[in-house]
C-alpha cells in the first residue's frame, strides 16, 4: 500500500516543482527544463536503465547491509548520482526517476521520448534490486 502513496507523492512532488519553477522564472513557452534524448531512443533507454541499475544497486547496499557505514550513505548515493550524470547526461539527460521528467513534460507540454524515462528507470531499478538481493543471498563468506 505504501508504493502508490510514494508514485502519487513522487508525481504531485515534481509536477508542483515544475510550476514553481516556470512561475517563479518566468520561462518562455519554448523554454524546456525537463528531460529529452539527445542521443537516439535506443541509446536513450539503454542510458537510463543502466544508470538507474547502478543507482538502485548502490541505495540497496548500502541501506540494507550491515558492513555499509551508514555516515558514507549519502556520499555514495551522491557519487553514483554525479557519475551517472557524467557518463549518460549527454547521452539521455541523466533523468533517473520518472518523476523528474513527468512533471516538467506536463507543466511544458513536452512529451519527446517521455515514454524512455518511464520505462527505462523501472527496468533499472528492478534489476538493480533483484541483482543486489540475488548478489546477497549468496551463502559465500566474503574474503
Request: hydrophobic share 50%; proline share 5%; glycine share 10%.
Amino acid at each position: 500500500m505504501q508504493v502508490p502513496l510514494y508514485i502519487i507523492a513522487q508525481l504531485l512532488g515534481s509536477v508542483l516543482a515544475s510550476s514553481t519553477l516556470a512561475l517563479m522564472f518566468d520561462v518562455s513557452p519554448t523554454a524546456y527544463f525537463g528531460t529529452v534524448p539527445v542521443g537516439s531512443s535506443g541509446q536513450s533507454l539503454v542510458a537510463e536503465i543502466i544508470i538507474t541499475f547502478l543507482l538502485m544497486f548502490v541505495i540497496s547496499a548500502v541501506s540494507t547491509d550491515d558492513r555499509a557505514l551508514g555516515e558514507f550513505t549519502g556520499i555514495a548515493v551522491g557519487m553514483t548520482i554525479m557519475l551517472n550524470v557524467f557518463v549518460a547526461g549527454s547521452i539521455s539527460g541523466a533523468s533517473m526517476n520518472p518523476a523528474r521528467s513527468i512533471g516538467p513534460a506536463l507543466i511544458k507540454h513536452v512529451y519527446k521520448g517521455l515514454w524512455i524515462y518511464i520505462v527505462g528507470p523501472i527496468i533499472g531499478a528492478i534489476a538493480g534490486a533483484f541483482v543486489y538481493n540475488f548478489l546477497r543471498s549468496t551463502d559465500k563468506p566474503l574474503s
